[in-house]
């Protein structure tokens, strides 16, 4: 029997919630003349969940009718699930309609695999032009970029989306291989390279008012972490090189949730690793804003994050020769470096002191964490004793001050009052 746009919108929402490569700032699209919707340049998905996952872009798939059976994956071919596939219309029909009622800024487009990529991709660039060219809609959209899809598909889709993603899902080839058998690292590196290649020659991200755009807010991808064995610096070496090789703009880090009984995933019988994801995500932000290169996060010989600490944190307590930092003579890359300072206090620090040294009052009201900074900086305001311990008994002395076990709220089974883990700075 014909389902329903709302029986549709049921499944492939549904359908759709395990995908987290939708961030979606950075980009900025006037509203067209006689047109509606805009997108800015920031702020467009305001809600987000406590573990920082972005929820208010219409997120759907255009089928889950999908005819690959990755292991991992809810909507494989083997699994016996409900099966939906919208017409092109209709997705153009509800964009627009929520975009009216003002409960959407945008559209996340993904789908399963139809038919074969092409004719996959061709569908959701159907949509995104009709979006644009016949309704003249300036919102923000962004679409899944199909494992395996033409240049042709990927070029009319960098014409019409502000952002485009490609998921890497599995963090090695190998892995891969196992758990997808129908992927490989070519069709996903393929269209990777050709939407950062193509976005160089329009102008990367100063493009000049003549040029046409090509994926504005840049492209993705998505890391599922803990479906297979490799390492956080496997998993870090691997983003470190998406961000280097083609210029991605993030690299997101899904826990592995297990939705599939099969013999080629781990038994999960805990949470699904929340708290690893976590801290792969502030491994992450160090490399991208506090100038840490991967392997200096983590290296053959500590090759896993420390889940007590954020990633900096355990990087100053293995690095004791770097502190006590004087404030007032440091570079400001290594008073990046020190915990509890953040990029912003860093800046005002460096600016400050060319007029007199920086006191203690001061680096609280530039938004230093003090509380953690104290044992890093060398300051005459603080006790001698702080920045003398020893990294075993500072880690100790950290730890107990610790208020509450690192715990991370699921996205998807949530429950009030539990504590978040604590931000990075
Ligand atoms: S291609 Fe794999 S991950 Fe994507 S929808 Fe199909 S089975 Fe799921």
Redesign the pocket.
Known sequence: MQKTIAEKLTILSA?AKYDVSCSSSGSRRATPQGGMGNAASMGICHSFTEDGRCISLLKI?FS?A?????A??????SNDVPRATFEVDEVVELTLGFYERNYIEGLFL????IRDPDFTMELLVRVAWKLRRVHRFGGYIHLKA??GASPEWLQRAGEVADRLSV?I?VPSETSLKLL?P??NYASVYTPMNYIAERKLEYGGGNPSRYTPRFVPAGQTTQMIVGASGESDLQILRLASGFYSGQHLKRVYYSGYIPVNADKRLPVVTTKPPLLREHRLYQADWLMRFYEFRYDEIVDESTPHLDERFDPKLAWALRHPEFFPVDLNTADYSLILRIPGIGVRSARLIVSGRRFSRVGLDELKKMGVALKRAKYFIYHRELPIGLRTLYPEMLTMRLLAESKAPLQQLSLFDTGPGMPAVSALS
């Not at 999908?66 to 990755?70: A, E, F, L, P, S």
């Not at 991992?72 to 071919?77: D, E, I």
């Not at 993904?110 to 695999?113: A, E, I, L, R, T």
């Open positions: 359908a798939l889950n999908c005819r690959y059976d990755c991992y994956c809810v909507n494989r071919r993904s789908s399963g695999v199909i494992p998921n899902e997808a129908d992927k």
